[in-house]
C-alpha cells in the first residue's frame, strides 16, 4: 500500500516538474518522439523492402537457398557482384548426386540446376542484312525475288551516296571519301548491277567488302544468360511470364529472351526513344518542357531518322512520303531520299502538343514497314560465349518465345536474364561429352602427337635422343584437289530430356517447402552433403544475390546509424537537462531531503520524469507513424528507379503494419531514454538540505 | 579458339632458305642485322599457300580441345582463309579475310559475318594483323646475347626490344637460333616488365621449293606453346600437307568457303 502511494506521489511530482519545465519537457519529448516515428517506419520499411526483395529474388532466379562449389574462387552473385569480370564459382560435376542428397532433406521442395555466363551476339548492318537476303534470294533462283532484292540494294545505295555526300561536307579526309566515292560509282553502273543480279560472286564480294562497311559498323549485342532446366524452372519461379512466342520446349535446344532485353537491347532505336519518352511524358506525367532527359531524348530523336530510312524499299518510301504529306509535314525540294529524309526528321521533331499523336502515327504508319526488333520469336541466333577455358564457342539456338519477371516487367535487375536449356550451356561452358572426347582421341592419334612437359622440353625435342636433325627437305607434293568436307556440325535441335536432370551445372536453387530457419537449414545441408563427400556452399537468397542483397544491409546500417544518433543527441539533452535542472532546483531537492525524502525518491523522481517525457513523446511519434503508414499503405509508395522496383517487388510498395514494431519501437525509446537518465539523477539525489539552504542564503 | 589464333600465328609465315656460312662464334652487330633479315625473309612467300593445321590444345586443369582446319593463304591480293575440319561440331566453320574485310562463316545456320576492322580474331587478343608476316627487323632493335647450346644444337641466342612507337604483340622477346641451319628453335615472349609469357619450340622444319619466289622456303613442322604465366597450359601445332603452287582463282570468296560443307 505504502509502495503505490509513494509510487502514486513520485508520478504526481513528476508531472508537476514536467508541466513546470514545460518547454524542456517539449524539446524532449519531441525528440523521443521522432525517435519512434523514425524506428517504426524505418523498421517497417525496411521489413516490407526485405521481405519483396525476397519475394523477387526468391520468386525470379536464386529460389531460396543456393548451391555451388566449394572450390569457387569467386562468391555467387546472381544479380552481378560489385566487382566486374566472369565469375569462377567452380562446377556440380553430376547434379543427380547433388539433388538426390537434398531432396533426403523434408524441408527441400526443389533442387534447380542452373549455369550463369555470359554470350555475344555479333551483327551486322543494314547492308549487311539486305546482302545476305540478296544472296538467299540468288540461291533460290526466283527472277522476280531476285529483282526485287536488287532495286532494294539499289535504294540502299542511292541512299549511301546521300550520306557520303553530306559528310564530304564535313570531313577531313577527303581522299578517303574520294576513294568511296568512286567505289560507290562503280556499283551505280547498270553493267555492275547486272552483273549482281546475275550472281557474280566478284561483285557480290565487291559490294560486301567495299560498299558495306560503309553503312557503318554495329556494336555486338552481349546477352546474359542462365541454362536450367525449363520445366523444373517454370514449376519453382512463379513470376516466370511468357509476354511473346512460347516456352522452350523440354528436350529442345534454344533461347528465351528476356523482355526487358528485347525492348532496351534489340529494338529500334527510333521505337525504343518514342517508348521512353511515353513512359515518361504520357504515364509519368512528365513534361517535356523543363525536364532535362525528356530534353535529351526529343534531341536524340531526329538523328534517328537512318533507323527508319535504312528499312525502306522504294514503294514504300514513296508511301511513308505522301503519308507524311498528308500528316501537314511537308516535303522541300530534291530527290524521293532527299524529301523523305527531311520529313521523317520533321516527324521525329515532338514536343508536349505532339507528342500522343507522333507516337501514336509512327505505330501505326512506320513500325509495320521496319524492322522493329533485331531478333524475334521463331528466329535461329548464333549465341557465342567463351568456354571454361578461354575458346570461343558459338550455338545456333532457335528464339523460342520472350519471357518477362511478374511485377518485375521495369526492372533492369530482374530482366537481365535470358534463359537457355541446360545442354545448350553445357557446351558453351566447354564441358566435352563422351563421344566429343572419343572423337579427339581418335584426332590425336591420327596426328600421332607425343605428349611432351614443359620441364623436360628442350631434352625431349633437342636432345641426344631427339631427330637428329631440325631440318629436312620436302619435294612439293603435287597439287591435288582437297576433298570437300562432308560433314556439316553436328548440333541436333533436340536432346533427351533426362540429360538436364544429370551432368555438370555450375550452381542450383533449392526451394524449400515452407519458410523455415535458412541459417539453421544451410548449416545442416552443408554438412549432411559433406558427410556424403559432396563439398559444397549453400548460401541464402539475399547471399547469393550479390550486390542487390548487399544493398538491404547498407540500408538497414544507414537507419541504424540515423537511429544512434538521434538517441544519442536525445540522451546527451535529456541528461544536460537534468543536472543543469538539478542546479535549479537544489531548493526543492534540499526540502524534500530536509522533510525526510530520501535519495532513492529522487532519483525515482527523476527517472519518473525522463520516463513520462519518453511515453507522451513516444506515443505521440508512434500515432504520427502509424497515420503516415495506413496512407502509405493505401497509396504505396513509388518506385522511382529500377533498382527500387526490384526490391519493391513492383512499380509500388504498400508497407504494412507490424504490431511488433508498433509496440516495441515506443517502449523501447522510452525504457532507453529512462536508463540514460539514471546517472544525472543519482547526481541529483546528492544534494543535501545543508546545499539547499546555503543556496538560499 | 584464342590459342588457336594466337598459334596460327607461328604456322602461318613460311621461312625461306637462304645460303648463309655457318659460325660458332660472336656475332658481331652487324651480323646480328643480317641474321635477322634473313629470318624475316625467310618468311616470305609472294605466292599462295596452303597447309592442313592440327591444334591441340591442353590445360592444367585437365581440360582438352583440339582442332583440325586448312589454312590457305594469297599474300598478293591480302586474302586468306580458315576453315575448320575437325572436329564435327566445328566444322565447316571458317574465316575469310578480303582487304579490310574478316568473314566469319556458321555453317549450321548458313550465315555470315561481318567483323570490324579492329575485331578481334575470334574474339581474342589476336588482330587481324598478327597474321601478317613477321617484321622483326622492322619492329624490333636485336642484340646478341651468347653462343649456347639447346640440347644438342649449338644456336645464337638473341634478345629482340620493340622500337619506340611501334606497337607489337610482344614488347620483349627471345630467339634461340640453330648456328648450322638458321633456322629458329626455341622463341620466348615478355610483358614489358620483362615477365616471360610463353615459350615456343620449333623442334622441326621442312624445306621446299617454292616456285613463285623461285626459292626455298622453310615451314615449321611442329610448334610447342607452353604457357609461362598459367602454368601447365600447352598447345602443340602441327603442320600437315604444305602446299606453296597457285591456289584457285576463285578460292577466296565466300561460295568457295560454303561449298566445303555441304
Known sequence: MQVLELSSLIVKVAFRNLWLYRLK?????????????????????????????????IGSVAGHLQMYSKKAKDDLAIFGSTFMGRQDIGVLEDISTYRDALLRHPEVQAVIPMGIDMGMLGRGNEMDESLDVLRAALKGGDPVIINERVEQLGFQIEQLGRELAERKKVTQDQVEVVKEEADLAKVKEAAFTESVARGDESALQYLETRIAPLSGEKLPI???????????????????????????????RGIML????????????????????????????????????NLRLVQDLPRQYNQIMAYLDRAEAVELHESLKQLGIPATEGTLIAQLVQQVKDFLKVDDQNFEARYRWFYEQIAPKIKLYEISPGETILLRSYTKSGYIKSLPLKVYGVYSFQGLEDSDIAGVMNIIDLVSLRELYGQMTESSLKELQEMRSQVGIKEIAAENAEDALFGDGAAATVESRVEAPTPAPQATIQVKPVIPDMFDVTEVGKGLALNAAIKLKDDVKLQDLKESLEKDLKSQGLDVKIVDWQQASGFVGQFVVIVRLVLIFALGVIFVVALVIINNSIIVGTLNRIREIGTMRAIGAQKSFVVEMFLAETAITGLIGSCVGTFIALGLLIWLGDYGIPSSHDVVTFLFSGPRLYPKLHPGIILLSPLFVTGVATLASVYAARHAAHVTPAEAMQEKE | MKRIALNLLQLLPGLMTFAYSSHSFALDDKQVKELVLLIDDRQRNSGDYASTVFIDQKEKDGSTKAFEARVYRRDADDKWMILFTKPKAEAGKGYLRVEKNLFLYEPSLGKWERQTERANIAGTNSRRDDFDESRLAEEYDAKFVAD??????????????????????????????????????????????????????????DKMFSKS??????????????????????????????????????????????????
Do not use: C
Open chain 1, 222 to 252: 552481349y546477352l546474359m544468360y542462365l541454362g536450367t532446366d525449363i520445366d523444373l524452372y517454370r514449376q519453382n519461379f512463379p513470376k516466370f511470364r511468357v509476354v511473346a512466342g512460347e516456352v522452350l520446349p523440354p528436350g529442345q
Open chain 2, 148 to 205: 649456347e647450346k639447346l640440347g644438342k644444337f649449338p644456336v645464337h641466342h638473341l634478345k629482340f626490344a620493340a622500337k619506340t612507337g611501334i606497337e607489337v604483340g610482344s614488347p620483349q622477346l627471345e630467339l634461340w637460333v640453330d648456328q648450322e641451319s638458321k633456322n629458329v628453335l626455341k622463341r620466348q615472349e615478355m610483358a614489358l616488365s620483362g615477365k616471360l609469357l610463353r615459350t615456343i619450340y620449333y623442334p622441326g622444319w
Open chain 1, 25 to 57: 519537457t517539449v524539446v524532449i519529448a519531441s525528440l523521443l518522439g521522432f525517435g519512434s516515428f523514425l524506428s517504426i517506419v524505418g523498421l517497417t520499411l525496411l521489413r516490407d523492402v526485405e521481405a519483396t526483395m525476397q519475394e523477387s529474388i
Open chain 2, 213 to 262: 619466289k623461285n626459292a626455298d622456303v622453310y615451314v615449321p613442322r611442329e610448334i610447342r606453346v607452353f604457357d609461362e604465366v598459367e602454368k601447365g597450359n600447352g598447345t602443340t601445332v602441327v603442320l600437315r600437307d604444305v602446299k606453296l603452287d597457285p591456289l584457285d582463282a576463285n578460292m577466296f570468296t565466300k561460295a568457295w568457303l560454303e561449298s566445303q560443307s555441304k
Open chain 1, 258 to 293: 528476356s523482355n526487358k532485353v528485347r525492348e532496351d537491347q534489340l529494338k529500334n532505336t527510333a521505337a525504343r526513344l518514342f517508348d521512353k519518352l511515353n513512359k515518361r511524358v504520357v504515364k509519368l506525367k512528365i513534361p517535356i518542357k523543363g525536364d532535362a532527359e
